[in-house]
């Protein structure tokens, strides 16, 4: 008979080498992620610091194009203070010249001053309602300083209607004729149609024959 031989016990396979080579293959992976992350990191820093020397340079380059900054107490500051202003100059000028005496312009409807009280006639004057001292000098283009010298016991304020009468110097009373209308009175006297109207109380250029007409002085 042939003996029987107990079986060769199967030899289980090894998980070693598998496991190992799985772990040698994580850490050449791990040391190359390290790796690649190393050489990015610095390429980052070279260029931060490329930019940061351009920087650097531009703003150099910008310094050296600023203007100067003068000093206090150089030349041209004194220049500036003692170089005189426009104005300054036109008040010089203004003091140079010499000033021109105001020529009195001569107004032909000028009232009759004191001086003037010798012409022409005297006539008397009633006051009227509505009348003062001073709108009768105006009247007959008096001053009110001749009026009051032609009634010098008269007082100015205290005059009364249909009471108070006033001696009036005038140039002339003119009787009117045949084609003496205003404008040719006026013209005969030397006085302007204006005035002759405001001395006869006129507010039409009308007149009647016959008529008197007082002639103011002018």
């Known amino acids: 008979m042939e003996e ?5 016990p199967v030899e289980e396979s090894s998980k070693l080498p598998t496991i190992t080579l799985t772990v040698l293959v994580g850490i050449i992976a791990a040391l190359l992620f390290v790796g690649w992350q190393y050489l990015s990191d610095s390429s980052i820093s070279d260029n ?9 340079l531009s703003v150099v380059g910008e310094s050296s194009s600023l203007p100067e900054v ?15 202003t426009d104005a300054e100059e036109q008040t010089k000028t203004k003091e140079k010249q010499p000033e021109k005496t105001p020529t009195k312009t001569v107004d032909k ?28 000098a105006n009247r007959y283009n008096l001053k ?11 007082e100015p304020n205290g005059i009364k209607v ?19 209308v ?3 009175v ?33």
């Open 4 to 8: 029987k031989r107990n079986p060769r």
């Open 109 to 136: 409807s000028e009232k009759a001053a004191v001086s003037d009280l010798g012409k022409g006639e005297e006539i008397s004057h009633t006051v009227q309602a509505g009348e003062t001292f001073y709108g009768i």
């Open 182 to 184: 205003l404008r040719v």
């Open 48 to 56: 931060e610091l490329t930019n940061i020397g351009n920087d650097s």
């Open 186 to 218: 006026a013209s005969k006297y030397g006085v302007s149609k204006e005035l002759l109207m405001q001395a006869n109380k006129k507010k039409k250029d009308f007149t009647e024959r016959g008529e008197k007409l007082i002639i103011p002085l002018k």
């Open 162 to 180: 249909g009471v108070t009468k006033l001696k009036v110097k005038v140039r002339a009373v003119h009787t009117v004729g045949p084609g003496d």
């Open 144 to 154: 009110w300083e001749a009026l009051q010298k032609l009634n010098p016991n008269v």
């Open 70 to 84: 003068k000093e206090e107490g150089e030349s041209s500051d004194a220049s500036e203070e003692t170089t005189p």
